[in-house]
C-alpha cells in the first residue's frame, strides 16, 4: 500500500508505503462497537442522582381518606405520579458504567477504524507541520492549503469535531497555534484512541514515518 506525503502548502511531498497490518484490515463491526461503547462508558461521570418515594422528605401522612372522596386512593404525597414526589427508575450516583475493555482489542479496533478512514480517503499525510509564530491566523492558513488536497475541500469547516490532528512529538507552537480553531483537535499520535478516530470526519497525521512506526508498535 502507498500513500501520497503532502507539504504544509498542500503540495505533494513524496511517498510512503504504508503496512497492511495498519492500514488494510479488514472492517470489525462488532469489535469496534464494542469497544466505542465501553470507551463512551467509562467516561460517564456518573455523578447523575435522583431521590426514590423513601428518600424524598415529608409524606409520611395519608394525604386524605381512604373511601367517600370519589378519588383515587393514596397513601403518600411523595408517590412518583404526585408533583414534588420521587422519581421512578432514575439514575444513582451508586451505580457503576464502568467497563474493561482488553489493551489488545482496543488496539485493533483503532487500526481498524484507521484502515477504514484511510479506504474512504479521510486520512492526510503530511510531512511536517512547522510554524514560526504562534498564531491561529497561521494555523487557519495550513488548514486553507491543505483543503486543496483533492476530496479534502471541507477541512476549514467550522464544525466540532471535522479535523483530527496528530503528530508524533509535541510542539507547544503547532498546539497553540491550533487550540482556537473549533473545527480542529489535537493530540499526539502515541495518545490516539478509538473514540478519537471514529469522532473525527477527517484524519491529518503529521511525521507519517515516524507516526506509522508508533501505530504498528500497539500490535505488540
Not at 409520611?60 to 386512593?73: D, E, F, L, M, V
Not at 492558513?141 to 464544525?159: D, E, I, Q, R
Amino acid at each position: 500500500m502507498e500513500a501520497k506525503i503532502y507539504n504544509q502548502k498542500g503540495k505533494e511531498a513524496g511517498t510512503i508505503a504504508l503496512p497492511e497490518a495498519v492500514f488494510g484490515l479488514k472492517w470489525n463491526a462488532d469489535l469496534v462497537h464494542q469497544v466505542i461503547t465501553g470507551m463512551q462508558s467509562n467516561k460517564r461521570a456518573g455523578t447523575a442522582d435522583t431521590k426514590g418515594r423513601a428518600e424524598v422528605n415529608g409524606g409520611g401522612r395519608k394525604p386524605y381518606q381512604q373511601k367517600g372522596t370519589g378519588r383515587a386512593r393514596h397513601g403518600s404525597t411523595r408517590s412518583p405520579i404526585w408533583k414534588g414526589g420521587g422519581v421512578a427508575h432514575g439514575p444513582t450516583s451508586d451505580k457503576n458504567y464502568k467497563k474493561k475493555i482488553n489493551s489488545k482489542m482496543k488496539a485493533k479496533a483503532l487500526l481498524t477504524l484507521l484502515s477504514a478512514k484511510y479506504k474512504d480517503g479521510k486520512i492526510l499525510f503530511v510531512d511536517s507541520i512547522s510554524l514560526e509564530n504562534t498564531k491561529t491566523k497561521d494555523a487557519h492558513g495550513v488548514l486553507k492549503n491543505l483543503s486543496a488536497v483533492p476530496t479534502f475541500g471541507h477541512l476549514t469547516y467550522k464544525k466540532k469535531n471535522n479535523v483530527s490532528l496528530f503528530t508524533p512529538e509535541k510542539s507547544d507552537t503547532t498546539r497553540l497555534s491550533f487550540r482556537n480553531l473549533e473545527n480542529i483537535s489535537l493530540e499526539m499520535v502515541s495518545q490516539m484512541n478509538p473514540l478519537d478516530i471514529a469522532n473525527a470526519r477527517y484524519i491529518i497525521i503529521e511525521n507519517p514515518t515516524a507516526a506509522v512506526e508508533i501505530l504498528s508498535k500497539k500490535l505488540g
